[in-house]
């Protein structure tokens, strides 16, 4: 048998950066980001033999992080995957270099408000979960690039208008029908942008609101169908992307018996599960 090596990617992965952006006036701009770098090309002499000669060190693609956020203003998560992405693919000494891949992930810092509403200028609150993600890749220099955006951890929950009926039925099935139940999840959502320049802040803020506004306004008769019914909301909401995938967990809430402790079951009480849940997904495309 002879084997070979088929493919090899190499990179620095949880890079992370905060950059405080002083704006005149005193007011700050926060950015904090968590990310992944990853190369591709003609690097098997390393892999084969040990040959470093065409190595970049993972070390210095941290530094790079480092330098090019003291270096550069940055707009927002996407302008700055591309500009990482740029720096590797333009890279002089790597001529050998095929592809790039930047995966970035913002954290949710929100400005304060005093109590008649009006923004602190340095003081943040953490938003919670739910990080903004982008994905950048490309080839080498002058080569176009593919951007996406997304969400991870969107924590959603309605207590009502969401049912699961008339589903097959076999041998092992225990699940009753549910006409009127509990809808929780945590959505990824991961959008690709047409090519060129875009507003990538306010298309973010826009594709989030209207996912969002979608979940609580349909009557879901499945997850399968909320999940499509979203991402057509979020297509409608910015014109600049694509295609959406998203992916929805069912966190399951089951409805509490308590009949044998003598009370009336008036689907109030239930039991908050984590393990084991479904797991829906889809990509949404322009056509």
Request: neutral net charge; contains cysteine.
């Amino acid at each position: 048998m002879t084997a070979h090596l088929s493919d090899n990617a190499y990179g620095k992965s949880r890079v992370r950066v905060t950059k405080v952006q002083r704006e005149p006036a005193g007011r700050h701009e926060l950015f904090e980001f968590d990310i992944d770098i990853q190369l591709r090309g003609g690097f098997d002499a390393c892999y084969l033999s040990g040959d470093n000669t065409g190595v970049l060190p993972t070390d210095t693609m941290k530094n790079t992080v480092y330098a090019l956020a003291a270096q550069h203003r940055i707009d927002s998560a996407e302008q700055f995957a591309l500009l990482l992405s740029g720096h590797f693919a333009g890279h002089p000494q790597l001529p050998h270099l095929s592809g790039v891949r930047i995966d970035l992930r913002q954290a949710r810092w929100k400005r304060v408000r005093d109590e008649n509403g009006k923004e602190h200028p340095w003081a943040f609150v953490n938003g919670g979960t739910q990080p903004r993600t982008s994905r950048d890749e490309r080839g080498r220099a002058g080569s176009p690039a593919a951007v996406w955006g997304g969400i991870e951890d969107l924590l959603l929950l309605k207590t009502t208008d969401s049912a699961f009926v008339n589903f097959v039925r076999d041998a092992y099935t225990t699940l009753p029908d549910a006409s009127d139940r509990i809808f929780a999840t945590a959505v990824r959502a991961t959008w690709r942008y047409a090519p060129g320049e875009h507003d990538w802040n306010g298309a973010g803020d826009a594709i989030r609101a209207a996912m969002i506004g979608r979940f609580a306004g349909h009557k879901s008769l499945a997850v399968q169908q909320t999940l499509h019914a979203m991402g057509e909301a979020a297509m409608a909401a910015r014109a600049a992307i694509a295609e959406i995938e998203i992916w929805m967990p069912n966190q399951h809430r089951i409805p509490t018996d308590l009949r044998p402790m003598g009370l009336e079951n008036r689907n109030e009480v239930f039991v908050t599960t984590a393990e084991p849940f479904g797991l829906i997904g889809g990509t949404i495309r322009r056509t």
